[in-house]
């Protein structure tokens, strides 16, 4: 009896478990699939909506000076708008503010573990109020930013459901380009020079953003976190998904040695050297890659709608057909009835080869290794890496920062396993006390003239100068052997897709030979 208590009480227990996780899974659903519509609604309708007012506002601008409705003499002043607000709202805003006050001496000042989105209600130097959102870790922080900024303050609030619509996410984050990381560096190393303050210079970055409403949030909250009193690299920290871990390193090293202005220089420098590299890559990449798209399109089209025609002419001639002309026309038949199902495998194939060459680290490696043993192909892969690595590498030294932190730095630089086996090597030899150059002794994946010049580079002390001389000397050898490719790869591939279609052709014309020997007999 009490066994059969016990099984119905499990079973009971069993059902109310199941019950409550299926609860659970649909509601994640809904609530991962509502986070999923904002970030693809909301946030795309703000980034459209501000994209175009402002197109809408310059080209408003233009016109007016088009048709002559603002002067533009020197002895005459633009007129500013005057903002003026009905009593009634006025009073309104007056109660805000002293709630506000009120709230600011009490849980207002308390800061939050984490970022919370808060809505704040502010009035500028013209008298126009504004409402706009920014990410903080308390409202008295918020506030003194405000205030700071020049704005009479009158509301800041935060709730679940504003931190749900405004709290910038994941999905979507913002990501500078290696274009617009060039641009921002030089800017800023421009501005700094110039004397202006960094705070200042970054307020002035994020009035370049208009139209970009996310990295101007961000911006904005490096600004903040610079008002208030944080360092540079640790408000960079915190938009780690603007900027790559190496510049923030970087930067670290150079508030620590007092020369940020210079570093700035050389990180502006270093990204268009790797921008410059990347773009020779591509460069080599697009163009076969083209060529043979189209020689795979030209030669699909070939055979599904040409060689059919050929097909009834020879069978109302009654043409017997053999050898290669048989072959090129079973081929036609059956790229005719699996055409669809050929695509269809095909990029399944290559769907799966990617997320798997992303996501799984064997089969990325294995690959990578079977890349870097192909002559030619193994050149370019192994000259770019060291090119990147050695750059990064001499730019870490330079700026001192310590050698644990410079190796877990280029483990995140390069996507490599090869390279990243070695700089794993290198950091176990430098615990037992090693030279870095041992863990690139005797390597397959490292030049003898590579691994000479760094030995050369620890024994005189003047390693980060070598690893640059390292850097310059590989990143020539890849241009010239990605010119070299380019210029090589065009007529090979000219001369198979005229080889293929050729052939093609020829199989097709044979078998008219014998129907003009029909015709004539």
Not at 300 to 309: D, K, N, Q, R, S
Not at 311 to 323: C, K, P, R, W
């Amino acid at each position: 009896m009490d066994n059969v208590t016990s099984k119905s009480s499990h079973n009971s227990l069993s059902i109310i478990d199941v019950l409550r996780d299926i609860v659970l899974v649909i509601f994640y659903i809904f609530y991962y699939a509502i986070i999923g519509i904002k970030a693809c609604t909301f946030d795309l309708f703000v980034f459209l909506y501000n994209a175009i007012s402002w197109r809408l506002d310059k080209a408003y601008r233009r016109s007016k000076e088009a048709i002559g409705y603002i002067n533009t003499t020197e002895n005459k002043k633009e007129k500013k708008k005057v903002y003026k607000y009905s009593d009634k709202v006025l009073k309104k805003l007056e109660i805000e503010h002293q709630e506000l006050l009120k709230d600011l001496q009490t849980a207002g000042a308390t800061r939050s573990k984490e970022v919370n989105a808060y809505r704040f209600k502010v009035r500028n130097q013209d008298g126009k109020i504004i409402v706009g959102t920014m990410n903080g870790s308390s409202k008295l922080d918020i506030n003194a930013f405000l205030i700071n900024e020049g704005y009479q303050v009158y509301s800041i609030k935060t709730s679940p459901w504003i931190n749900f619509v405004y709290k910038d996410t994941t999905i979507g984050s913002p990501k500078l380009s290696n274009k617009e990381l060039i641009f921002w560096l030089t800017q800023l190393s421009t501005y700094l020079k110039a004397g202006i303050t960094l705070n200042d210079a970054i307020k002035i970055l994020t009035k370049q953003m208009k139209g970009r409403t996310a990295r101007k949030r961000a911006f904005e909250s490096i600004s903040y976190e610079l008002t208030l009193g944080s360092s540079f690299s640790n408000a960079l920290e915190k938009q780690e998904s603007l900027f790559p871990p190496l510049l923030i390193n970087m930067i670290k090293a150079a508030e620590a040695s007092g020369t940020l202005i210079e570093t700035l220089e050389d990180m502006a420098n270093y990204y268009t050297e790797v921008f410059e590299t990347k773009k020779q890559m591509r460069s080599a990449m697009t163009y076969p890659a083209i060529v043979g798209v189209f020689s795979l399109i030209v030669i699909t089209v070939i055979m599904i709608w040409i060689i059919p025609e050929f097909v009834d002419i020879y069978d109302e001639a009654g043409v017997e057909i053999n050898g290669l002309t048989a072959f090129i026309i079973n081929t036609s038949h059956f790229l005719q009835a699996n055409i669809i199902t050929i695509i269809c495998i095909v990029l399944g194939i290559i769907i799966v080869l990617a997320v798997a060459y992303k996501n799984i680290k064997a089969f990325r490696k294995t690959i990578q290794v079977i890349l870097m043993h192909i002559p030619v192909i193994k050149n370019i892969i192994i000259y770019n890496e060291l090119a990147i690595f050695t750059k990064t590498f001499a730019s870490l030294l330079k700026n001192n920062v310590f050698i644990t932190e410079s190796i877990d730095i280029l483990s995140k630089v390069t996507r490599n396993e090869v390279y990243k086996n070695i700089l794993f090597k290198t950091i176990n030899n430098i615990i037992k006390g090693e030279k870095i150059s041992e863990a690139f002794k005797d390597h397959w994946a490292v030049p003898d003239v590579a691994y000479y010049m760094i030995v050369t580079g620890e024994s005189t002390g003047e390693l980060d100068s070598m690893l640059a001389k390292v850097s310059e000397y590989y990143q020539g050898l890849h241009k010239s052997i990605v010119n070299n490719l380019k210029s090589f790869i065009e007529p090979i591939l000219i001369s198979l897709l005229a080889f293929v279609v050729g052939g093609i052709i020829i199989a097709v014309v044979i078998p008219m030979f014998g129907m003009y020997e029909n015709i004539v007999a």
